[in-house]
């Protein structure tokens, strides 16, 4: 028996304790807030293998324990953006939209599975014109506990954090205008 629990202890710490990428490796750089948006930088490692990263991020936490949900944005350097949910949520097609200004829609294609949509490119770039142009970003969706949801994020504070994002992003040579 002392064997078995041994075993499980040491196969568990092994395979599950020793991730690669935990958040506690990346120590922060740089952190500005533009209302619900956090302009972040950070980086892991030392001397020539410094690894650094900066994206732009929106957490919502809309339900709590025992039926938790949450929603979150992120935009990378490229640009590229990452809308993802809890697992088991799903979104539909077209049900991502801003508004109050420049007008956009996701496209159908830019979700995959139920649980993240990605816009890279063309796609990506017409999504933060848009965003950087507007009041509000809406989202609708039904979340893994089969409530419909209707979330909105404004979007006040969009455009300094995106500036500060590009900004600091080109200084560390990660974005387009470094």
Known sequence: MRFLVLFVFLFSTQA????????????PTHSERFGGW????????????????????YVDVYASRPKFGALFAFVEPGPEISIGLEFGT????????????????????SCRGDTACKLTGADADAALLSMEKSTEIMFNFTDSNDRPQTRSWSLSGF????ADFRRVSASRGLGPES
């Open 90 to 109: 799903a979104f539909g097609p077209g049900t991502i939209r801003v508004s109050g200004g420049l007008p956009w829609t996701l496209p159908p294609t």
């Open 159 to 162: 455009a300094d954090a995106m």
């Open 16 to 27: 599950f304790g020793q991730s690669e990428d935990t958040a506690g490796k990346w120590r």
């Open 38 to 57: 956090d302009s972040v930088c950070d980086a892991r490692g030392e001397g020539p293998t410094l690894e650094e990263r900066c994206y732009l991020r």
